[in-house]
C-alpha cells in the first residue's frame, strides 16, 4: 500500500463522512476491546480514532494492529464514518468522527518510551530534557511551538511592510564591557585571542543606521554567559528592530501598532490603545517595580510628609538619611488575618531585604507594634494617606527609596496572587519611560549604564552627566505586559561628544574607550543620523500570547536552570588535540 498521506489527523472532521484517507502519525494511545482495537493517532495538527476491525483488516493486518505500541509510527488507510451517538468526543476537532480502517502499515517501531507521551506532567523535568525529541511530541508544545512560528510570521510581514530591511550582523564579534559577561570563543588562526558571542546585535545595528538602511530588522540570536533563572537562558532570541530619523514617540507608536495587531492574530484579543505610559518614577513609586502589573490595585503610597515631624526613632532616622517612608493598604486583610497571617507578611518582607515590616490593624481602635511611639496625630495622618478604613491592614517600609519600593512591590504582588485580585484573563500593557540612565553598582564601586552605554540622555540632563549621574533620565522606554517586561528600547546617543561624555561618565579611561570602541567612534565622525530602536524577547512574548508556564516551553531545545543541555550533554570537554590548535592549556582550579 502507499503510505503518502492525504490529509492530517486534525483535518478530518464530520464534512468528511464516507471518503476515503490516507493518514501517517504515531500511536498516541490504543485500546484493544475485544475484536475492537481503538487507536488515537497523532501528528501535529492533532489526533484522530481509528478502529481495526477484523472485518475490514486481513488477518495478517489486524495481527498487526494487535501489535501496535505507544509510539509506533504507522500509515493507515480506511473510511471516515460519524461516531456511535453518545461517544463524541467534544475536545477535538475529529471528535465527531472515526477511521474504519481498511489497511495499516508500521513505518517504524518503538521502544518503550522513558515517560508516556500523552501522560507526561508530573515527569521529573531533567528526563523530559533529556529526551526533548519525546517530550516535544506533546500537543501542547507542539502547539507552542507552531505559535512561535506563526508570531515571527507575522512580525515579518508587518515590518516588511512599514520599510524595514531584515539584515543579519555577526555571531562571531568583539568582546566589550558593560552588560552581562561574554560567551568567548578562541581563534584558531589568531592564537590567544578570542571572538565574543553577540549579546545583542547593539553597535551593529546603530552602524546599519549610519550606513543609511534606515530601518532594519532581525530576529537575532543572542547569548548571555549570567547566573540562570527559570525565565532565562543562556541563548534567546530577540525581535530587534532599528529606525533613523525618529524620535521615541516615533518608534512607540510603530511598536504599539505592530503589537496590537500580534495580539489581536494570534489570541483574537483586542488592546485598548493608545497603551498608557507611565515614567519609571512614577511606576516605582505606584508599584514598586519598574514592571507593574496593573491588572489590580494596591498601589504603594508615600507616607513620608505625614511622619516627617515624628520622634519615632525608624521613621526619624530613616528620612535624616535621605529614606523614605511608604506603604500599602491591603483593602479588608485586617479582619481578615490572624497575628500568624500578618508575622509572616514581616518574614516575607525580611527575606526581600527589609529591616522590618511596621503594621496597622485598623479596627474600632488601631493596633500596631509601635502604636505607643506615635502621638494620636501621627497616626491619624498615616490612617488618611492610605485612605483607610475599619477592617483594612496597612503595611509600611522605611529604607532607602528602592529598598521599600522592591519590598512593597514583592509584597503587592504576593497579596495580589494569595486575595484573588490578578484577573488572569487580561492583557494589560502599560509603557515605562524616562529611566536612570545609570544605577550604582555596589559590586563595582561606580556608576554602570542601567541599559547600556549607547543610551541617549534627555537633552535637558546632558550638562550633569559626569557630574550627577543619580539625577540622569534616559530617553529609554519598555513595554510591559500583565508585570512581565516584553522589551526594552531607546533612543541613542547620535553625537560623537555626547558618546564620550557617557563612556567618561562611566568611568572608562581614553585607552579603554579607543581599544573597545575606537571603531564605532570613528564611525560618527561620517554622519550619524538621529536614531532609535527596541528589542522584543520573542521567547516571553510567545510564551504570554500562548498561555504558557515557561519559556522554556516555546523553545525547542531549552537549557537547564544551570545551563546544560541534558540531550546531548553540552557542554563537554574537548580532546587535546583541539586545545592544542587552539594553543591554549585548561588550569581547573
Known amino acids: 500500500m502507499s503510505w503518502k498521506r492525504t490529509h492530517y489527523c486534525g483535518e478530518v472532521t464530520k464534512e468528511f463522512v464516507a471518503k476515503v484517507v490516507t493518514l501517517n502519525g504515531w500511536v498516541n494511545r490504543r485500546r484493544d476491546l475485544g475484536g475492537l482495537i481503538f487507536i488515537d493517532l497523532r501528528d501535529r495538527s492533532g489526533l484522530v480514532q481509528i478502529v481495526c476491525s477484523p472485518e475490514t483488516l486481513t488477518a495478517e493486518q ?111 564579534t568583539k568582546s566589550t564591557p558593560e552588560g552581562a559577561r561574554d560567551y568567548i570563543v578562541p581563534s584558531r588562526i589568531h592564537p590567544g585571542k578570542f571572538y565574543a558571542l553577540p549579546q545583542s546585535p547593539q553597535m551593529f545595528k546603530q552602524l546599519l543606521m549610519i550606513a543609511g538602511f534606515e530601518r532594519y530588522y532581525q530576529i537575532a540570536r543572542c547569548f548571555r554567559d549570567e547566573d540562570l533563572r527559570a525565565d532565562r537562558q543562556p541563548e534567546f532570541t530577540q525581535i530587534d528592530l532599528e529606525m533613523s530619523f525618529v524620535e521615541a514617540e516615533d518608534v512607540m507608536n510603530l511598536v504599539e501598532e505592530m503589537v496590537v495587531g500580534l495580539v489581536k492574530a494570534v489570541t483574537g484579543r483586542e488592546v ?85 515590616l511596621i503594621w496597622f490593624n485598623v479596627g474600632e481602635e488601631v493596633k500596631s507594634p509601635i502604636a505607643k511611639f506615635l502621638s494620636e496625630a501621627e497616626i491619624a495622618a498615616i490612617l488618611a494617606s492610605l485612605e ?128 573597545k570602541f575606537g571603531f564605532f567612534l570613528e564611525a560618527f565622525e561620517y554622519g550619524a543620523p538621529p536614531h532609535g530602536g527596541i528589542a522584543f524577547g520573542l521567547d516571553r512574548v510567545v510564551m504570554l500570547l500562548t498561555g504558557q508556564d515557561s519559556i522554556r516551553d516555546v523553545i525547542a531545545f531549552p537549557k537547564t536552570t544551570s545551563a546544560m543541555d541534558l540531550m546531548v550533554g553540552a557542554p563537554s570537554a574537548v580532546t587535546t588535540e583541539q586545545l592544542k590548535e587552539l594553543k591554549l592549556k585548561l588550569e581547573l582550579g
Not at 509510527?73 to 475536545?91: D, H, I, T, W
Not at 529526551?131 to 516535544?136: A, E, Q
Request: glycine share 8%; proline share 4%.
Open 388 to 515: 483607610a478604613e475599619e477592617g483594612d491592614l496597612l503595611l509600611l517600609v522605611a529604607d532607602e527609596a528602592l529598598v521599600a519600593a522592591d519590598v512593597l512591590g514583592r509584597l503587592r504582588l504576593m497579596l495580589g496572587k494569595q486575595l484573588g485580585l490578578i484577573d488572569n484573563d487580561r492583557f494589560d500593557f502599560v509603557w515605562v519611560t524616562d529611566w536612570p540612565l545609570f544605577e550604582y553598582s555596589e559590586e563595582e564601586g561606580r556608576w554602570v549604564a542601567a541599559h547600556h552605554p549607547f543610551t541617549a540622555p534627555h537633552d535637558q540632563d546632558l550638562d550633569i552627566l559626569a557630574t550627577d549621574q543619580r539625577k540622569v533620565r534616559a530617553k529609554a522606554y519598555d513595554l510591559v505586559l500583565n508585570g512581565i517586561e516584553l522589551g526594552g528600547g531607546s533612543i541613542r546617543i547620535s553625537r560623537r561628544e555626547v558618546q564620550l561624555k557617557m563612556f567618561e561618565a562611566l568611568g572608562f579611561t581614553e585607552a579603554e574607550v579607543q581599544e
Open 62 to 172: 489486524y495481527r498487526t494492529a494487535e501489535g501496535l505500541r505507544q509510539e509506533f509510527v504507522v500509515s493507515v488507510s480506511g473510511l471516515v464514518q460519524l461516531r456511535p451517538e453518545g461517544q463524541a468526543n467534544p475536545n477535538l476537532a475529529s471528535g465527531e468522527i472515526e477511521i474504519n480502517v481498511q489497511s495499516l502499515q508500521i513505518l517504524a517501531e518503538s521502544k518503550t518510551p522513558p515517560f508516556p507521551v500523552d501522560r507526561a506532567e508530573d515527569v521529573d523535568d531533567s528526563l523530559l530534557l533529556k529526551y526533548r525529541y519525546l517530550d516535544l511530541r506533546r500537543q501542547h508544545l507542539q502547539q507552542a511551538i507552531k505559535a512561535r512560528h506563526e508570531i515571527v510570521h507575522y512580525v515579518r510581514n508587518f515590518l516588511d511592510a512599514h520599510g524595514f530591511l531584515e539584515i543579519e550582523t555577526p555571531m562571531l
Open 272 to 356: 485598548k490603545t493608545p497603551i498608557p505610559r507611565i515614567t519609571w518614577a512614577e511606576a516605582m513609586l505606584r508599584y514598586g517595580s519598574d514592571r507593574p502589573d496593573t491588572r489590580f490595585g494596591l498601589e504603594l503610597v508615600d507616607v513620608t510628609k505625614a511622619v516627617a515631624q515624628s520622634q519615632f526613632r525608624v521613621f526619624a532616622s530613616t528620612i535624616a538619611s535621605g529614606g523614605v517612608v511608604r506603604g500599602l493598604n491591603a483593602k479588608g486583610c485586617g479582619a481578615k488575618f490572624s497575628r500568624r497571617d500578618i508575622d509572616r507578611l514581616v518574614e516575607e518582607a525580611e527575606k526581600f531585604g527589609a529591616k522590618g
